[in-house]
């Protein structure tokens, strides 16, 4: 069986002709109810029978299934369990901002990088997700809140890079006028810094968002927060930055979690300004969310904003991360993980 879903337009024309004979205007039929979102060959009502059943006993149909829903009572923030065709599941979190709806997307079943602070972490790794099933994530969102996704941030189970070749193809499908058509100007990939991914992402000239999550301002504590950190130190991983900068010319949006105690001093905050000083940037700080086992707890207040003053002094502009669906635990990891432990 073949996924159909993970086709552009022009391998589906190809693949039409060269394997059942099918005329270029065949194809373009079946993308567009693919692009609308369908899950099943039956809901082509412009297709004959008989090339639905042909369609159906040599492809299948990407469809992530909702197992989990909930709804946040404070912002209407909706997080979603889906679960795929081998029964894997994944969360993905759909938040209503004034620009529109931005949808956080997962990448991969699980995760392999083990950062102490994130609960998806803690459930390990199962696969890798192809381009398909991210779509899925956000047809199937659409479709159960009738409602159109502008934005899409892969900041969900997963890291991007380590699964590239799939990521690549999903950001050139959902892109694609034949397709979703969502810009890549309103596209966010989040990485914990995969240094050699990160060159080769800026030999693609996206002109997507790229934020990279950083968390510490030095080896010391991100390698004691992030495992990644043993593989690609913090200079390596801030010169590949700036070479993404200068040559892509868009400003790389650094992920910093503000954990009490173990990364949030006036010293912390100092360090990172020299670190970063002089880079197209910003710095997103995240109020860490309480996972269980983890013992960390956020930062006050006072000491984001006393981070936030010193950045400055840098010419570092940051911000505090609006904190959405805080009632359902809206960080991905913890709605799978809950489900898990209950199986």
């Not at 042909?54 to 197992?67: C, D, F, G, K």
């Not at 989990?68 to 979190?93: A, H, N, P, Q």
């Not at 390990?124 to 159109?148: C, K, T, V, Y």
Request: glycine content about 6%.
């Amino acid at each position: 069986m073949k996924d159909i879903r993970s086709y552009s337009l022009p391998e589906l024309t190809d693949e039409f002709k060269n394997e059942l004979d099918l005329p270029a205007f065949r194809a373009k039929q079946v993308y567009k109810w693919l692009s609308d979102g369908v899950s099943d060959f039956d809901e082509m009502t412009n297709i004959s029978k008989e090339l639905r059943n042909n369609l159906s006993n040599t492809y299948y149909i990407s469809v992530a299934t909702i197992e989990k829903k909930l709804v946040s009572v404070y912002d209407k923030t909706v997080k979603y369990l889906f679960s795929f065709r081998d029964g894997e599941t994944v969360e993905s979190v759909v938040m209503n901002y004034r620009h529109g709806y931005t949808i956080c997307v997962s990448t991969q079943v699980g995760c392999k990088m083990g950062c102490t602070f994130c609960a998806t972490g803690q459930g390990g790794f199962s696969r890798n997700l192809a381009p398909s099933e991210m779509l899925a994530q956000i047809h199937s969102a659409q479709r159960d809140l009738g409602i159109r996704i502008s934005n899409i941030v892969l900041m969900g189970m997963g890291e991007p890079l380590d699964n590239y070749a799939n990521v690549l193809k999903f950001l050139r499908l959902v892109s694609s006028e034949d397709n979703l058509n969502i810009g890549m100007r309103h596209i966010s990939l989040s990485t914990c810094g995969l240094v050699d991914r990160i060159y080769d992402l800026e030999k693609e000239k996206l002109q997507l968002t790229l934020s990279v999550s950083l968390h510490a301002p030095n080896d010391e504590i991100r390698s004691r927060t992030m495992p990644v950190n043993k593989r690609y130190p913090i200079d390596e991983l801030l010169k590949a930055c700036r070479h993404y900068v200068r040559a892509t010319n868009r400003r790389i949006s650094f992920e910093y979690a503000m954990i009490s105690g173990v990364n949030d001093s006036d010293e912390c905050a100092r360090e990172l300004g020299q670190r970063l000083k002089g880079m197209l940037c910003h710095v997103n700080l995240i109020p860490v969310n309480p996972v269980k086992g983890t013992g960390y707890r956020k930062s006050a207040v006072e000491r984001q904003q006393s981070f936030i003053r010193i950045l400055g002094k840098y010419g570092i502009t940051a911000t505090v991360r609006r904190t959405l669906g805080a009632d359902i635990n809206a960080s991905c990891g913890q709605l799978r993980r809950k489900a898990s432990e209950e199986k």
